[in-house]
């Protein structure tokens, strides 16, 4: 099957997924974002399962995730009070006592591999509850975050293919360009502009631009990091899951960065 032909499949009925998690009942969306957490739990964990400086438990670090996800999600839809969430510290600090029996030469860096996923997977799909519950008062805040971030990784590969001279970090990742992170970026604040002037009738044209300003260059550092993550232990693709595209972390590397800082900007517009 023609390489474009296979990507546009596996895209299509990837975002379709996710554009169903956002408008289905919030006890179906809570269900497909921990599902997609699961799958980019188990690539993370692969990442690392033949690095011998790093030991952890494959277990202990689902329990964890799964466990904080639940809590938080439970907190955002109010079936607990969200002081509940402090209940997860001594979970986390017990792995201070894997230390003790860790075998790896540098245990302290296997502990913190339980932090990286809390931090870098779980709190994001955790706050993607959150906003899902706003979507429902809003039905363009989630739908159009999603979109600058895939209008951001379109039109900076195509920008890169055109235009593409000077390296961003070459390094991390040889075929990003300025030039192309600045197609990105301009399409992006286009998309912003068109979507909170003629769509999004809820938030302003200003809430809008703004949050481009924000999501253009995170969706970019998501992208590098995972790609200093594989570079790390020489690894293309976090998965192959999905024909054409990698794994499941290779398409949620943009939005792993953008969902925290997106759902930042938007607790304080909405308290101005």
Do not use: C
Request: aromatic share 22%; no cysteine.
């Amino acid at each position: 099957m023609n390489e474009i032909l296979k990507r546009s499949i596996t895209g299509f009925f990837f975002i379709s997924s996710i554009l169903l998690a956002i408008y289905i009942k919030i006890e179906y969306s809570i269900f497909i974002y921990a599902l997609f957490l699961l799958m980019v739990l188990l690539e993370f964990y692969n990442l690392f399962q033949n690095e011998e400086k790093i030991h952890f438990s494959k277990w202990y670090l689902f329990f964890l995730s799964i466990v904080s996800f639940s809590v938080l999600s439970l907190s955002f839809i109010e079936i607990i009070d969200f002081v509940y969430v402090f209940l997860l510290l001594p979970l986390y600090l017990f792995t201070f006592f894997f230390a003790l029996w860790n075998k790896s030469e540098a245990p302290i860096y296997s502990i913190s591999i339980y932090f990286i996923a809390l931090f870098y997977l779980t709190i994001p799909f955790s706050l993607l509850v959150y906003l899902t519950i706003e979507t429902n008062w809003d039905n363009h805040l989630l739908t159009g975050m999603f979109f600058m971030i895939w209008a951001n990784d379109t039109f900076a590969y195509l920008g890169g293919l055109a235009f593409g001279k000077n390296k961003l970090f070459e390094k991390i990742s040889p075929k990003k360009t300025w030039e192309g992170a600045l197609s990105g970026f301009l399409f992006v604040l286009i998309f912003a502009g068109i979507w909170g002037f003629f769509i999004d009738k809820e938030n302003s044209l200003a809430f809008w631009l703004i949050a481009a300003l924000i999501v253009s260059p995170t969706a970019i550092l998501g992208d590098l990091f995972e790609s200093l993550i594989k570079r790390s232990f020489h690894v293309k693709d976090s998965g192959n899951i999905l024909p054409g595209h990698g794994g499941v972390l290779d398409r949620f590397d943009a939005s792993l960065l953008v969902i925290p800082f997106f759902f930042t900007w938007y607790l304080i517009y909405s308290s101005i």
